[in-house]
């Protein structure tokens, strides 16, 4: 297995970047790969010569020709096995904003323009008598409105006298009228519709906490039947119409809208469900990269040509546009099949303008020198591009954006990434790092000559083996048995701080493959509420992803994994990181926290922090540690070294330009900066809210 593959590239690809004579991914590579891989956004800003274009090609690569496999399979996207009435009752694909994009189960939405509302209304509605209910979940940070219209209304929810919302801000409205009500909501939150159509009223939960009743539906209305509806600017959500058990199950009479009696069903006048997903057009790419000039855009496509050369059946049709080449000619080569596009602005926006470029397909948007873009003018191309562009693909996949550039902190790149990208992963090489103010990252010393639980703890817990050969003496203190009782403390640490905090999730960072099943077993046999996870590359890539998303799904607590495994890891809202081992890389620190403190959510990153020097693994040998028990150290032939942790954080300190606060080991962290008002994994407050 190559490098590239440990980071769940295809062998294909990795053949052919052994065939470059690329041993190792560069930096820029090591970070980018596996975050486009992980499904994320992406801003990167490297040297000339760093690999950059490798960094976004490669994944790209990988992910369109796996999307071509799945479509000459016959593989479409998963959907739920329910009677059709169910399947109806979705969000309506031919009743909705431009920018609305909907899931093809028609249960979750997404509008990614920043400034404009956008909304959509259900398949079904409810008119007549009887009393009913659907819940819609905050998925993605954003302003909302949620409630019910009847087919005449504004899909501008609760703007005009047909509709009537709930937002985000604790605001009802009616008419353009917004009155105080209920709560505010936000990420993560369960809004709950009731519409009591015996007693022509409209009422709203959060979280199963019922709220009074927000309108009296006008006399007017009565007759009418109100649809599901939702306005959105900038956010998702998504929705339970009753298919599924409710998160917070009504009482009082009141039935999900799914279940609702026939005789009491509307469907709407628009066509009611999600369009066929169609053939895709020749076309149609499902990739466009933007270069700023002509010659950028030959390297780069002739090093596509280069990377896709073992993928086989499909193959990759990859087509150059530029200017100073016959368009016709161009526009040929685009219609015999077209999967990646590179081009300069100006041949793309003629080929966009005249329909011989259809962008319904793509999925991925990549900004080349982003900064020189910007800076020629390009900018409402962009917009344009971006505005035409489904948010979502018909499978269910989200538009990928990828923004290279000279410097991330240009203001017009700034401005972009806010504009348009989802939560971007930065990659910056060339800025000073430096810790968000949303992280508050502290150190635990671990200094097993004062602290001796883990005399008493070492019958019970698994260590990676390598003192198995040493005299370990319980009260000495040669190095080899301090060693073997940092390993067995920082299991203990990892509670603590788990108990501590009361951590419900929580990524984990562990040195090594056999640390992270280590203490998988320890966190499991210590108490069945302890779920986790692991990734790492010894997993399959099935079991890894199945992992991936059970944790997602809040189905574990706990992931567990390596430095490599988790760069590909894009999950929005965590709030906690715990380091049981420091990086031996001062780069991957800032990686690893800086899966924390996100989308201004504040986060708590807990890094244990040995006071000894600790003998670890230092696989060099051929099987890469598989089988391998040598515990001498490299210097004398073996596969161990002593790893300095204390060092390790100097240099740590040293690249941040900070003193990382220490705490004791009960891991009380002081809020004193944070006003006290802290709660990791939620927004911070600012003094006076």
């Not at 909501?185 to 809004?191: G, S, V, Y």
Request: with cysteine.
């Amino acid at each position: 297995m190559t490098a590239f593959e440990e980071m769940g590239m295809l062998p294909e690809l990795g053949r052919a970047v052994e065939d470059l004579d690329w041993t190792l991914p560069t930096d820029v590579q090591s970070e980018a790969i596996p975050a486009v891989l992980g499904g994320g956004d992406v801003l990167m800003a490297a040297e000339t010569g760093s690999g950059k274009t490798g960094a976004f090609c490669l994944p790209v690569l990988q992910i369109v020709w796996e999307a071509m496999k799945d479509q000459q399979l016959g593989k479409t996207s998963k959907t739920r096995d329910v009677p059709i009435k169910e399947v109806n009752w979705m969000l309506n694909m031919f009743d909705r904003g431009s920018a609305m994009a909907i899931q093809p189960d028609g249960l979750l939405c997404q509008s990614r323009h920043p400034t404009e509302w956008h909304g959509s209304r259900c398949t079904f509605g409810v008119a007549g008598k009887g009393k009913y209910y659907y819940e819609a979940t905050v998925t993605d940070d954003g302003l909302c409105r949620i409630g019910w219209s009847t087919p005449a209304a504004s899909l501008d929810l609760g703007t005009d006298r047909q509709g009537f919302g709930f937002g985000g801000t604790g605001k009802k409205s009616f008419g353009k009228q917004f009155d105080d009500y209920g709560e505010t909501f936000t990420l993560h939150d369960t809004i709950g519709c009731f519409i009591d159509l015996d007693k022509k009223e409209i009422t709203y939960s959060k979280n199963g906490k019922v709220f009074p009743k927000a309108f009296d539906i006008p006399r007017d209305l009565h007759n009418s039947a109100f649809f599901p509806a939702v306005v959105i600017k900038n956010a998702e959500i998504s929705f339970n119409f009753g298919a599924t058990p409710f998160k917070h199950p009504p009482t009082d009479g009141y039935m999900g809208v799914n279940a609702a009696p026939e005789d009491k069903v509307v469907k709407s006048t628009m066509s009611g469900g999600p369009a066929p997903a169609a053939a895709p057009k020749k076309n149609a790419p499902m990739c466009i990269i933007i270069e700023p000039t002509r010659e950028l855009a030959e390297q780069t496509h002739a090093q596509i040509d280069k990377f896709k050369k073992y993928l086989e059946s499909p193959n990759i049709r990859n087509v150059l546009v530029i200017g100073s080449v016959p368009a016709r000619d161009q526009q040929t080569e685009i219609s015999k099949g077209s999967d990646i596009i590179t081009g300069t602005p100006g041949r793309l926006e003629d080929f966009i303008s005249t329909g011989a470029l259809d962008l319904s397909q793509v999925r991925f948007f990549v900004l080349d020198e982003a900064d020189a873009l910007l800076s020629g003018g390009y900018t409402p191309l962009i917009d344009r591009m971006h505005r035409q562009i489904p948010k979502v693909t018909h499978d269910g996949k989200r538009l990928q954006m990828i923004v290279c550039s000279a410097t991330l902190h240009n203001k017009d790149v700034k401005k972009l990434a806010d504009k348009m990208m989802h939560f971007p992963q930065w990659v910056d090489l060339k800025g000073q790092d430096s810790v968000p103010d949303t992280v508050h990252h502290v150190v635990v010393p671990i200094d097993p000559k004062t602290d001796r639980r883990w005399m008493r703890l070492k019958q019970h817990v698994m260590t990676d083996g390598i003192h198995a050969r040493d005299d370990l003496r319980p009260g000495s203190d040669a190095p080899e048995t301090l060693s073997e009782a940092v390993k067995i403390l920082k299991g203990e640490y990892v509670l603590q701080a788990i108990r501590q905090h009361k951590m419900d999730r929580c990524l984990i960072f562990c040195r090594t493959k056999l640390d992270c099943d280590n203490l998988e077993s320890y966190l499991v046999q210590t108490s069945k509420d302890y779920t986790c996870v692991c990734l790492h590359s010894d997993r399959k890539p099935e079991e890894r992803n199945a992992n991936l998303q059970t944790f997602k799904d809040g189905k574990a607590r706990f992931l567990i994994c390596t430095d490599v495994a988790a760069r590909g890891i894009d999950i929005s809202g965590m709030p906690y990181v715990i380091n049981v081992t420091l990086p031996d890389d001062k780069a991957n620190y800032l990686h690893r926290i800086g899966r924390i403190g996100r989308a201004q959510r504040m986060g708590l990153a807990i890094s244990l922090v040995s006071t000894v020097q600790e003998k670890v693994w230092y696989h060099s040998c051929s099987s890469k540690g598989k089988n391998c028990n040598n515990s001498r150290l490299t210097t004398q032939g073996g596969c161990a070294i002593w790893y300095d942790e204390q060092g390790l954080l100097g240099e740590v300190e040293e690249h941040l330009g900070v003193t990382i606060q220490q705490v004791d080991q009960e891991i009380n962290v002081p809020m004193d900066e944070f006003d006290g008002k802290v709660v990791y994994g939620a927004k911070r407050l600012q003094t006076g809210e």
